[in-house]
């Protein structure tokens, strides 16, 4: 009975956002104990105490991104927006196109971009994050980057990753900047 629930609400999620929900059906047919225990993952990726929503939506999108060449992407960027990220933030972090993200937004993208590429300013991204918003902020930055990505490395690794397309932000189709992580 409550699979039937569960799987009421894939539908509704997948209707919502236009997003392929196959693999999460999969597992919940599958190997329900670990879809229950994946699931709560998913609020999760909602956590942000103190940082803004465009800051933490830049990590997200930055993980997401670096582990997707389509559809997950693109659910973060419509999460985004309808979160109240302003679509020129969304655009800003899609392009990697610093100077036109704001100064919470380009922290919240500088500290995830560095953290997925391993820079060697990593130490001084995450320090201007506690700066700026204490050590709730760098943990809120690293929920929102790590489970941007959790979503997307599931997927493929369950073999339903298989679609790559061009991420638009509110109907416009935006030019990826895509980098190896």
Known sequence: MLSFFIR?????????????????DYMLTEAPRAFFKFAPLAAASSHREVVPIEASFAAKITGAM?????????????MALEAGMPKSQVEAVVRHDVPA???????????????????????????????????????????ALQTGRLFPMMKLALGYAKECRRV??????????KQAA
Request: some cysteine; charged content about 30%; aromatic content about 8%.
């Open 8 to 24: 009421r609400k894939l539908r509704a999620t997948a209707k919502r956002y236009g997003y392929d929900v196959s693999y999460l």
């Open 168 to 177: 638009s932000v509110d109907g416009h189709e935006i030019d990826v900047v």
């Open 101 to 143: 993200m704001s100064p919470e937004t380009a922290l919240g993208f500088g500290f995830a971009d560095a953290i997925v590429h391993r820079s060697d300013d990593q130490d001084f991204r995450r320090e201007a994050v506690r700066a700026r918003w204490g050590d709730k902020g760098v943990i809120d930055l690293a929920m």
């Open 66 to 78: 670096a582990e997707d060449c389509g559809p997950c992407a693109q659910l973060t960027v419509n």
